[in-house]
């Protein structure tokens, strides 16, 4: 049986002046308020109430253990009301966690106007090309691109999206643009990947023609996906990136795409760990990222 349910029946009791009372005010019956009695006077080790046909009365350790329920459940009244105060007006810490690109680019526009929004609101924006585990690091929410692997994670679309296959111009005026995805095979590609390989698969898919994986190789490869899309925008190679990541370097021709027939699909998607009591915080953070990116 619960510590602090037996302390507010014993208050209740005290209170109430009688078992059956203390039984109406709590909607149960005499019985059960007289076995949680007995269970919390042989738990303490120490008889608390002395009962009569007449009234109750405490003994002397009644009367200490009085006091100190009253404090404590005191002190439990007042720190709930706070967390409902706080829960009231948005305001605390939120950690967050997305792709290096993203977090550069469009997020931290997003993320300004959330801040503007609710001044009594502080972020700390962790960036990392990997897949980061929510729980172990502390995160409230994390933005991914492409497939979700399968967890107990909530997930929420942003936008539906692609991957693309771009270089500089300059790149390609020296280099010919390949018309499939195996000609890749005879270009210097950019990589990225976690483990520091010069080599990787890319995967495209083509409307009727299924899904078709392309190994390529190239002398630079980074865990970092600023980087690869640094390197590119210097003309050093061809790069796959998520269209989010090189939208305003395509429109203003800084890059240019290749193999557009052949796309892979790359949703982005907001994460974050499933549960009923999810801070208002966190919800209302994760409303303003899906309204923000809608229609993209």
């Given amino acids: 049986m619960s510590a602090l349910l037996e302390m507010q029946t014993f208050l209740e009791i005290v209170d109430r002046g009688s078992l059956s009372a203390a039984a109406r005010s709590l909607a149960t019956v005499p019985s059960t308020v007289s076995a949680r009695l007995a269970a919390l006077e042989e738990r303490l080790g120490v008889q608390l ?16 253990y009085l006091v100190d329920c009253r404090r404590i459940l005191d002190e439990i009244e007042r720190s709930e009301a706070c967390i409902r105060r706080g829960q009231s007006s948005l305001r605390g810490s939120l950690r967050i966690t997305a792709p290096s690109d993203l977090g550069r680019g ?36 994390a933005l991914r691109v492409g497939p979700l692997q399968g967890s107990s994670l909530t997930a929420r679309r942003l936008a539906t999206g692609h991957r693309v296959v771009c270089a500089a111009p300059g790149y390609w005026a020296r280099h010919p643009r390949p018309s499939a995805p195996g000609d890749l095979a005879d270009h210097e590609c950019l990589l990225w990947n976690a483990e520091g390989r010069n080599e990787a698969t890319w995967t495209f898919a083509a409307e009727g023609e299924g899904t078709q994986a ?34 305003g370097d395509l429109e203003a021709g800084r890059l240019e795409s290749v193999l557009n027939r052949f796309v892979r699909a790359a949703d982005l998607s907001v994460v974050y760990p499933a549960g009923r009591h999810l801070p208002r915080r966190v919800r209302a953070l994760v409303d303003h990222l899906v309204e923000s990116f809608r229609g993209r």
Avoid: M, Y
């Avoid at 109430?49 to 200490?64: K, M, P, Y």
């Fill in 49 to 64: 109430v002395v009962r009569s046909t007449r009234r109750l009365r405490l003994t002397e350790e009644g009367e200490r």
């Fill in 106 to 141: 469009r997020l931290r526009a997003v993320l300004e106007a959330f801040l503007e929004a609710h001044p009594r609101i502080s972020v700390f924006l962790h960036l990392s090309d990997e897949v980061v585990d929510l729980v172990r690091g502390g995160f409230d929410v």
């Fill in 214 to 247: 392309v190994r390529v190789r190239g002398r630079r490869s980074s865990s970092d996906g600023e980087l690869v899309r640094a390197w590119a925008l210097a003309g050093l190679g061809v790069a796959q990136k998520s269209f989010w990541d090189v939208e």
